[in-house]
């Protein structure tokens, strides 16, 4: 009897574990939720590639005795390498400038082809150098460092340079994610490049401006198409594009064909015309209403709401281009992306129910924060708020910002029902944040930091998810993956990539969700 009893015992523990693990593991196609990839730059904290060169900044340019970066202007070839220096004269790059000890440590790898004098300035030791390989150990508990270009051949100048983290030198050609980033987003079913693609006040036009995979970093002109593209095929998870504001036909046409060519054909495609073209803070804005005036759109009183109606206008030709490249409409999911807070008036009769903009779409898009933005002026005020607890921080996120935002869903899934449209979120979160010099209150802002650190956090994003499943919500692209905190806004989910769901109750509220909630 008890060997009988231990064995039942046996089975129902390994049949819970089994349970449990399958509770605990979904594939992309069964989330209801997207991630946005934070942007390429030298001080971000997530390190997608293990070449950490492609974060790297453009290139400084330096003169003895002159002040930083007063230089002469560098001669650079089409992909920013530095064709030569002039005399007295040498070029670095930061990198790793924000990890703040969390980057790897150890021996890193810089290749390079060509001819010249590559070294490392701060928090840095040379182990060995030959002609196209030096080890360089790099102290990054310490911080980031200096790649500096000291000295080039014009005939054969230095190019290609890669810097390799510890212990992947063999397998970074094959397998150029950082593992920790690769893994940690792998149960999401959609990646907003939005920050990626530089969208905000891209200066891209024509397809030549685009960044390619042999361009010299990632940070001038964003994440080439290539790599977005293999990082979704790889991991079996949906692209979101935003096209640049200023991109011709031209651009559009071949970005898609690029996509069609490359992206796995069980893959879908959202495609948005930039990011928030209703934001003032952003150049598309002020684009958009410029473009309305000239087409003579909208009341002359009102250009925001010109803007608005060239965003449909504009939004719909790139949808015609990509559904021409693509043979149809299948595999596109078509995105008009508007203020959650404008109601109905403002999304349903300006942007949607001008031009048939929601007769030639796919979803609506909002981004319904749980909002808190605090200044001198706002009710409460950033004095006021700067003396509160932590406790009463989240009672207000909770009890106004979270109901504010649910009714904005709620508001805003009539309005796409309306036009028989999806209703996703273009980005979605927390949003306690100084602004109008609230920014300033340092009180203030370690308050919004300590709240987002707290276990209240996590319950109120599983609340803020149930109630976008509830109101019929479809994907939720959460605002952001990783990146340090600061006045600016604690935006990341977790600050560092070697963080885990026991340091950020917020980054474990999401995760679970996204198990526990899978599409029917």
């Known amino acids: 009897m008890k060997i009988r009893i231990l064995l039942l015992t046996t089975f129902l523990l390994t049949l819970i574990q089994i349970t449990n693990s399958a509770e605990q593991e979904i594939k992309p196609a069964q989330s209801r939720l997207g991630m946005n990839l934070a942007g ?3 001080w971000t904290t997530e390190y997608p590639f293990v070449d950490v060169f492609r974060l790297s900044r453009k290139w400084i340019s330096q003169t003895k005795g002159a002040g930083w970066g007063k230089g002469p202007e560098l001669e650079r070839d089409e992909n920013g390498w530095i064709k030569k220096l002039q005399e007295n004269c040498w070029a670095e790059t930061p990198i790793l400038t924000g990890n703040n000890g969390h980057a790897p440590a150890g021996e890193y790898v810089c290749l390079y082809d060509g001819e010249g004098e590559i070294g490392f300035t701060m928090n840095s030791k040379i182990v060995s150098s030959e002609p196209g390989r030096i080890v360089v150990n790099l102290d990054t508990k310490k911080g980031g460092t200096f790649l500096a270009l000291r000295k080039t051949n014009p005939q054969n100048y230095i190019r ?8 992947f030198e063999k397998i970074y050609k094959t397998n150029p994610y950082y593992p920790p980033f690769f893994q940690r987003w792998k149960e999401f079913n959609t990646f907003r490049f939005m920050d990626w693609m530089h ?3 891209s200066k891209q036009s024509e397809w030549s401006d685009r960044a390619t995979p042999s361009y010299c970093n990632c940070t001038e002109r964003g994440m080439p198409v290539e790599d977005m593209i293999d990082l979704c095929n790889k991991l079996k998870i949906n692209p979101w594009f935003c096209m640049p504001h200023k991109a011709t036909d031209s651009y559009i046409e071949n970005f898609a064909k690029l996509v069609k060519q490359l992206l ?3 893959l879908k495609v959202y495609i948005e015309y930039s990011n928030e073209v209703w934001n003032s803070m952003f150049e598309q804005n002020r684009y958009a209403q410029n473009k309305a005036k000239e087409l003579g759109i909208g009341p002359k009183e009102r250009p925001w709401e010109g803007g608005g109606m060239y965003h449909g ?5 790139i949808f015609k281009l990509w559904e021409k490249v693509f043979g149809g409409r299948e595999r596109l999911e078509r995105v008009i992306a508007w203020q959650a807070a404008g109601g109905e008036s403002w999304t349903d009769k300006i942007v949607l129910g001008s031009n048939d903009t929601g007769k030639n779409a796919d979803a609506l898009a909002i981004a319904p924060y749980i909002t808190m933005c605090i200044g001198p002026n706002s009710k409460p005020d950033s004095g006021t708020i700067s003396k509160w607890t932590v406790e009463q921080v989240l009672d207000f996120a909770e009890t106004n910002a979270l109901s504010q935002s649910i009714k904005w869903i709620q508001t ?5 029902d309306k036009y028989g449209l999806k209703l996703v979120c273009y980005e979605a979160g927390q949003h306690l944040v100084g602004v109008g010099g609230g920014e300033n209150n340092e009180t203030m ?3 919004f930091q300590m709240a987002n650190r707290h276990p209240r956090m996590g319950v109120i994003y599983e609340k803020y998810l149930d109630a976008w499943r509830n109101a019929g919500g479809d994907l939720m692209c959460i605002f952001s993956s990783t990146g340090t905190w600061s006045k600016w806004g604690s935006w990341g989910l977790t600050e560092y990539l070697d963080e885990t769901e026991k340091d950020h109750p917020k980054f474990k509220a999401v995760i679970d969700w996204n198990r526990h909630n899978p599409k029917e």
């Open 199 to 201: 969208t905000n006040g």
């Open 445 to 447: 802002t370690k308050l």
């Open 264 to 266: 796995d054909p069980t």
């Open 160 to 167: 290609n340079i890669r810097v390799i983290m510890p212990g």
């Open 40 to 42: 390429p730059c030298d």
């Open 412 to 416: 805003q899934k009539k309005v796409a």
């Open 313 to 317: 206008i504009r939004s719909q030709e």
